[in-house]
């Protein structure tokens, strides 16, 4: 069973940065992709950016590429995203996600991919 745990969130004003952490436990073998995932009110949940942990391939949504990186620490069980140039459109609770699936990489921002999630981590940007 992975459990996740994300952090790092909180409020910015636009331009800014921040960095999520999302923490996981469990076998690896239920972690073959690793995704972020937001949620804005009256909104569904959007995938954000993804990582196909085994060779460290990543994948962005349009609306944060070249602003938002995915990355991933082994040794800490912890993947990470480094959000900048922060954007108003950008507030949204954010989620980790944890998917177990070997072919998770070829639908790599779809929610229905993921078997865990973490309770999220909100974002203001003003």
């Known amino acids: 069973h992975v459990q996740l745990v994300e952090s790092g969130g909180g409020s910015v004003q636009a331009g800014g940065s921040l960095r999520l952490s999302c923490a996981a436990s469990?076998?690896?073998?239920?972690?073959?992709?690793m995704a972020w995932f937001r949620q804005a009110p009256g909104k569904e949940r959007e995938g954000v950016a993804s990582?196909?942990?085994?060779?460290?391939?990543?994948y962005y949504a349009d609306s944060v590429n070249d602003r938002f990186t995915v990355s991933q620490d082994n040794a800490k069980n912890t993947v990470y995203l480094q959000m900048n140039t922060l954007k108003s459109e950008d507030t949204a609770m954010y989620y980790c996600?944890?998917?177990?699936?070997?072919?998770?990489?070829?639908?790599?921002?779809?929610?229905?991919?993921?078997?865990?999630w973490g309770q999220g981590t909100q974002v203001t940007v003003s």
């Open positions: 990582i196909y942990t085994t060779y460290g391939l990543t």
């Open positions: 996600a944890a998917s177990g699936n070997r072919y998770c990489y070829t639908a790599a921002l779809r929610p229905n991919v993921y078997n865990y």
């Open positions: 469990g076998p690896s073998y239920s972690r073959d992709c």
